[in-house]
């Protein structure tokens, strides 16, 4: 069974940092391609940014130069750094193995204000 346990969330001000991570489980993590994602409230769940198990990153137009994804398979786990955070940025963000199309984890909770 995956599991996905997301972590580092928390309330930060506008242009402010934070950085997010997952801990992976039940799959074999070093060739599993990971994704970010994020769901704010009234919206669907968009993709952020995603990485493959050879390190190649992708990401959303709207975080691009922004957000940096990252993985270590040493320790199954993957990171989210944010800088400059936005108040859209807000919202429960996602990590997520793209092979295991119906498993996702709790989510951790970002809030941007001032």
């Known amino acids: 069974q995956v599991q996905l346990v997301e972590s580092g969330g928390g309330l930060v001000q506008p242009g402010g940092s934070l950085t997010l991570s997952c801990e992976v489980s039940?799959?074999?993590?070093?060739?599993?391609?990971m994704g970010w994602y994020r769901q704010a409230p009234g919206k669907q769940r968009e993709l952020v940014a995603s990485?493959?198990?050879?390190?190649?990153?992708n990401y959303a137009d709207f975080v691009r130069g922004r957000f940096s994804i990252s993985r270590d398979n040493a320790k199954n786990t993957v990171h989210l750094r944010m800088d400059s955070l936005k108040p859209e940025d807000a919202g429960v963000y996602y990590c997520?193995?793209?092979?295991?199309?119906?498993?996702w984890g709790q989510g951790t909770q970002v809030t941007v204000s001032s």
């Open positions: 990485i493959t198990g050879r390190g190649r990153t």
């Open positions: 997520h193995a793209e092979s295991y199309i119906y498993e």
């Open positions: 039940g799959i074999i993590f070093s060739i599993e391609q």
